[in-house]
């Protein structure tokens, strides 16, 4: 069946950094355009990044632009996020999910359809 788990979340100090992991199974991972989402406390769910089924073409919100990098192996079914310069409001559960129908990739979470139970960051002033 279709298996995606996050892991690597965890608390960390402001200026610090994580990686993020998604390990994928059940489902074409090579085919698939790839997100990574996050929701805040009392906040909608927001695209974070994404990335093409073939690793070229990426997308990052504003917010994060410059201080995360997507990345995928698709040998291993695994996604990746690299988190530096992290910052109190980047505090969320981050989630990883998959995109099946499209060749492009889209911040737009109604997009995708595989999705993980997710891991929590949290970021200390």
């Known amino acids: 069946q279709v298996q995606v788990v996050e892991s690597g979340g965890g608390l960390v100090q402001a200026g610090g950094s994580l990686r993020l992991s998604c390990s994928a199974s059940?489902?074409?991972?090579?085919?698939?355009?790839m997100g990574w989402f996050r929701q805040a406390p009392g906040k909608a769910r927001e695209g974070v990044s994404c990335v093409t089924w073939n690793g070229q073409s990426t997308s990052y919100a504003d917010s994060v632009k410059g201080r995360f990098t997507i990345s995928r192996d698709n040998a291993k079914n695994t996604l990746y996020l690299q988190m530096n310069s992290l910052e109190p409001e980047d505090t969320a559960m981050y989630y990883c999910?998959?995109?099946?129908?499209?060749?492009?990739?889209?911040?737009?979470?109604?997009?995708?359809?595989?999705w993980g139970q997710g891991t929590q960051v949290t970021v200390s002033s």
């Open positions: 999910a998959a995109d099946p129908s499209s060749w492009y990739c889209s911040l737009d979470q109604d997009e995708y359809n595989y």
């Open positions: 059940g489902f074409a991972f090579n085919d698939c355009a």
